[in-house]
């Protein structure tokens, strides 16, 4: 009996060993099956055909790009964009022999498709562009980003895409890529590296594309969610001054917290939806809310620190904000042709010198008239001030952006969520002094 005992642990082993090994195995021969029928991704680095200018007949299959520039957009490793943290950018084409033009460009590409696995083929759009595309394929309009129904194409923010092929691209051993792209002028003043394709497309099977389409998505998320949190806690703090404060006083601050909230959300609400144009934020933003922003914070803390009086003080912030409304508008290129707005720009940069100047002396005369208690909220004023001339603080080479975790986060970012911080806690202890020399 111990015997067959004996015998049958041996057989269960055995049997075992053999299950073990077959699933081994069969494990093996799925992995491989996997990895021979896991669909490609292929790069678009190049090279590209490119030429500037606009003539549609270069859009067809078969044009003679021979004597265009050829253009190798291969990243560097690690590069990224310097705004979300989007991998892949490389300088546009003011940095590759075309610096101070702005208009239309073309880029023209053939790609084998033997290389190119998968029944249904899609394309990732170039998620950044300057400032505005229509992507062609075989010489049929695929789809853009951007309005060009109007001889001046209209631009919104270059968001991920992903274009599904037509069927009828397989029966071909080969297609012709085709992206014709236009930069505004302003984008040429604003952006050192301006013009065309920053990051390249990529082309390969549905479904691989559209992992890589949900990636850049949610990198462009994440880039941006600070600035729907940040305007929320700006919301509640004005709230809890409201609750906490003489509303009369401290009026001033509760509008700039709201303003600024607005122009934060902004940032968000244009990179997320395609409702707001590239000129249309130009208008809200620049040439409204950030001269309205500027004034009231010069007030806010005028009133906090009790200088009500200094009428003076609200005299210069208008006409600042005049004069900063008007040299803003002046300066977009795209509104007044005949205008230098590269003079008007330059004045906008004096004005915000002058507020600068105007928010130094206000704090410095709050700290003189209240001594110890001026000092109290100084690392607020301070703070959100930085927040505020975020451009006069990087023309001092202060780094502006960091990228935790491979997210970008601004200076502006970090010092508004301290101020936010500071604010909560010195209003929460004040309150709690105030209430135990009433209990006393």
């Avoid at 940095?95 to 239309?104: A, L, P």
């Avoid at 290129?333 to 600068?356: A, E, M, T």
Wanted: proline share 4%.
């Amino acid at each position: 009996m111990m015997t067959n005992f004996k015998n049958n642990c041996i057989s269960v082993r055995l049997w075992l060993l053999l299950v073990m090994l077959c699933s081994y195995s069969l494990y093996k021969a799925s992995a491989t099956l996997i990895e021979d029928s896991t669909p490609t991704i292929i790069t678009l680095n190049g090279p590209w055909k490119f030429k500037t200018g606009d003539q549609m007949e270069w859009v067809a299959p078969d044009f003679d790009d021979s004597e265009w520039e050829t253009v190798d957009l291969t990243a560097p490793i690690g590069a990224h964009d310097g705004d979300v943290g989007l991998s892949g950018y490389v300088s546009g084409w003011t940095h590759r022999g075309h610096s101070g033009y702005s208009g239309y460009a073309w880029y023209r590409m053939k790609v084998s498709l033997k290389q190119v696995k998968g029944n249904i083929l899609a394309l990732a759009g170039p998620p950044a562009v300057d400032d505005a595309y229509q992507l062609f394929v075989n010489g049929v309009l695929l789809g853009s980003a951007g309005d060009f129904s109007d001889p001046v194409p209209t631009a919104y923010s270059i968001q991920p895409r992903m274009f599904v092929l037509p069927e009828s691209v397989k029966k071909e051993d080969q297609m012709t890529i085709v992206f014709r792209v236009w930069m505004s002028e302003a984008t040429l003043s604003q952006l050192p590296d301006a013009g065309g394709i920053h990051i390249v497309p990529e082309l390969g099977d549905k479904r691989s594309i559209e992992a890589k389409y949900r990636h850049q998505w949610g990198q462009t998320i994440k880039g941006y969610i600070v600035e729907v949190i940040e305007p929320i806690l700006f919301i509640l703090l004005a709230i809890m001054v409201f609750v906490l404060k003489p509303v009369k006083q401290y009026l001033w601050f509760i509008i700039a917290l709201i303003l600024l909230a607005l122009v934060r959300a902004n940032q968000a609400f244009f990179y997320w939806f395609q409702f707001e144009s590239a000129h249309g934020i130009d208008i809200v933003t620049t040439v409204i809310l950030m001269p309205l922003v500027l004034f009231s914070w010069v007030m806010a803390w005028r009133d906090w620190y009790g200088l009500s009086k200094l009428n003076w003080i609200a005299n210069i912030g208008v006409v600042l904000t005049l004069m900063y409304i008007g040299s803003q508008l002046l300066g977009l290129p795209w509104l007044f042709k005949s205008v230098p707005h590269s003079s008007f720009q330059k004045i906008s940069q004096y004005i915000r010198l002058f507020f600068v100047f105007l928010m130094i002396y206000t704090l410095c005369k709050s700290i003189q008239k209240q001594g110890i208690k001026g000092w109290i909220y100084l690392p607020a004023a301070v703070l959100v001030s930085i927040g505020l001339f975020s451009q006069e603080v990087s023309a001092l080479h202060v780094q502006g952006i960091w990228f935790p975790y491979g997210v970008g986060v601004s200076r502006t970012q970090y010092v508004y969520a301290a101020f936010v911080v500071v604010m909560f806690i010195v209003l929460i202890v004040e309150k709690r002094s105030e209430t135990k020399i009433l209990r006393v």
